[in-house]
């Protein structure tokens, strides 16, 4: 059986890697006040960022799907890992020794099994990059240099060599201690006749890496005609490794990308290290299928890509000057339509590729290709114009028919105006208006569609997409007493921000927050998260790990959310009076207080009308109108001292 990692390298693994360090390998994040940051969830697609992580508490909460937790709750939930699979990743980045409770230091036995992929394939990745310096590898050498790479580059990007031999690599990693049944899973090696066998064999070798550096898998290219395989043979599907959620080069490009806040988009592997050695550091390409949904969403993260956005972020397309480079040109239309990004296309001229264009050309002429790109729609309206003779009447129409589609796709409706302008220019037609009001027909029938195929999915999808929920608290067991609670109605505005507060600056709140009772709070949720604070030792007490006892001595998951949730989420302050959260604080405890004051005086101002109302209970309402004074003149000292009243 494995063994657990000791308690103690757990939580020195948790404090060595800060949360925001680690979140930011997989998304842009920009400050949202009070020492946080956000960014486009990771876990949910959504069109304003409401996914925030807390670098002072070391914890992420999103305020659209409730996802949240700590640096290593991040960890398992992106990468699909077992706890002790996130613990092993984290300690190595952090270059941290580990130690088990059973069996001592033995990693190799201990690993989850993606771990143990991932160190597999790192270690192939390294016997690949020295066998290209091997006599048999002068192929690949020759091949890499006809494409202008030398040496540097190819260890820029850990380009490597296959053997040709059966099962060099096999009997490699096997030294290295790992089992057959590893290297089978991880699609290094294949079942052949006599036992497993390399996979790739006499092919040169790119390493493909996930987001964060780590090798996944190979993309191997065929050099000798003697080879019946496909042109390029990529790493199969695995437990780690899943091409349409894979972009080649994304771990190079990523700070680029983030910084310029645009992407260039290639076809294959040579045009990235092309690109990036012509000064074009954004390029990535896919890896063996088309450009889809899962690329969408990497990239969308990366720009910070929203609707939102101050600047929108561009997306540029290259493609081959051939009818198939713009076929793929076309279908990456459909797509553009996920971004809110700009997305233009950059076709090469005379049908070359980046790489290509680079050998013949020069670094200037690449970054030229992606300075003279156009808009994809334009682009996309040139191309289907292009394919009908305008010279006849028939032919304007055809072309009118095939085009005004694709401009009444165009979700922005002055892009679209502007658009259904220039078609009718490119077309020849003359009348404005006649194609002003195809291609808003058009739209109109696409809409109906639209609605009548997807209305009742879309009616019952809760929360909406990019929007916050009303209530906080994760749905339990339905119950037919009336509307849900909405935790983020104003009439419950000042207990949240008070325990806001009394979470993310216990200091600024104590210890006058610990002699509030429960009933100072209506909304439940928020009673049981005072009461939570309060078995975790009350602000008083706070230091570094009360957030965590909080946490542990919320009586549910549900709880246990509501607290990370109000840890992370901002405090409702305009962001030049960030300096005054100390009078921020003093005033929530007045506001808690009062409301709290004025709910008593209600209670009491019926029961004395009661007992006033009733024969014999004189001594009781003088009693109660005597209570009331008192509570009275407190209210008074609140509104008029503020918290020295307290």
Not at 624 to 637: D, F, I, K, M, P
């Amino acid at each position: 059986m494995a063994g657990r990692i000791n308690d103690e390298d757990v939580k020195t693994v948790r404090d060595a890697v800060p949360i925001d360090a680690v979140v930011s390998e997989y998304l842009q994040l920009r400050p949202a006040g009070g020492g946080n940051l956000k960014g486009l969830c990771p876990f949910h697609d959504e069109k304003s960022p409401s996914f925030h992580v807390s670098p002072s508490k070391g914890l992420y909460h999103c305020f659209g799907c409730q996802e949240g937790g700590d640096t290593l709750a991040f960890v398992m939930k992106i990468e699909h890992l077992s706890f002790s699979e996130s613990v092993e990743r984290l300690a190595a980045q952090a270059g941290i020794t580990l130690r088990y409770e059973q069996g001592g230091y033995s990693p190799g036995r201990q690993q989850g099994e993606r771990t143990r992929l991932v160190e597999a394939h790192k270690a192939a990745a390294q016997y690949y990059t020295e066998q290209l310096a091997s006599p048999e590898a002068e192929i690949g050498r020759r091949f890499l240099g006809e494409r202008g790479f030398d040496e540097a580059a190819a260890a820029h990007f850990g380009v490597g060599y296959a053997p040709a031999g059966w099962d060099h690599l096999v009997r490699f990693l096997r030294g290295r201690g790992f089992t057959d049944r590893e290297l089978l899973v991880s699609g290094l090696a294949q079942d052949g006749r006599r036992g497993p066998i390399d996979r790739f064999r006499g092919r040169l070798i790119w390493p493909i890496r996930d987001i964060t550096g780590e090798v996944i898998g190979f993309g191997a290219r065929k050099l000798r005609d003697d080879d019946n395989g496909p042109k390029y043979l990529n790493t199969p599907d695995t437990p780690i490794y899943h091409k349409s959620q894979v972009l080649y080069g994304i771990d190079l490009a990523k700070r680029d990308i983030a910084k310029t806040n645009s992407a260039v988009v290639v076809e294959g592997y040579t045009d990235v290290m092309a690109c990036h050695l012509a000064g074009v550091t954004t390029a990535i390409a896919t890896c063996g299928t088309a450009f889809g949904g899962d690329h969408v969403k990497i990239l969308r993260r990366l720009l910070m890509d929203s609707s939102t956005a101050h600047s929108a972020g561009e997306v540029v397309f290259t493609f081959d000057g051939d009818a198939a480079g713009q076929k793929a040109a076309l279908r990456a239309f459909e797509d553009d339509q996920k971004f809110a990004a700009r997305t233009s296309i950059a076709v090469s001229p005379g049908g070359m590729d980046p790489c290509e264009l680079r050998l013949a050309e020069g670094d200037e002429a690449v970054q030229q290709l992606i300075e003279r790109r156009s808009p994809l729609f334009e682009f996309a309206i040139r191309s289907i114009v292009s394919q009908h003779n305008l010279d006849t009447a028939e032919g304007r129409s055809a072309a009118l028919e095939f085009a005004g589609p694709i401009v009444a796709q165009i979700k922005d409706p002055a892009i679209q105006h502007q658009y259904a302008v220039r078609l009718a220019g490119l077309v020849g037609i003359p009348d404005e208006k006649f194609v002003l009001r195809r291609v808003g027909q058009l739209a109109r029938w696409s809409r109906q569609r639209a609605a009548g195929g997807g209305g009742t999915r879309t009616a019952t999808r809760a929360p909406v997409r990019g929007q916050q929920p009303a209530a906080t608290v994760p749905p339990g067991p339905r119950t037919p007493s009336g509307p849900p609670l909405n935790l983020r109605s104003p009439a419950l505005l000042e207990e949240r921000e008070l325990l806001k507060v009394a979470l993310q600056f216990p200091a600024l709140v104590a210890p006058a927050f610990d002699a509030y009772g429960e009933d100072e709070f209506t909304a439940a949720p928020y009673v049981a998260v005072r009461r939570a604070v309060m078995e975790a030792g009350g602000v008083s007490g706070a230091d570094d790990a009360f957030l965590e006892r909080v946490r542990e001595a919320a009586p549910d998951d549900s709880v246990r959310t509501l607290v990370r949730e109000l840890a992370v989420e901002p405090l409702t302050m305009p962001r030049r009076r960030r300096a005054e959260t100390d009078v921020y604080a003093g005033r929530r405890l007045v506001q808690v207080r009062l409301a709290a004051v004025d709910r008593k005086l209600r209670d009491l101002e019926s029961a004395a009308r009661r007992a006033e109302a009733q024969a014999g209970n004189a001594q009781a309402a003088a009693d109660l109108r005597g209570e009331l004074w008192t509570l009275e003149q407190y209210r008074t000292a609140l509104r008029e001292r503020g918290v020295a009243a307290l």
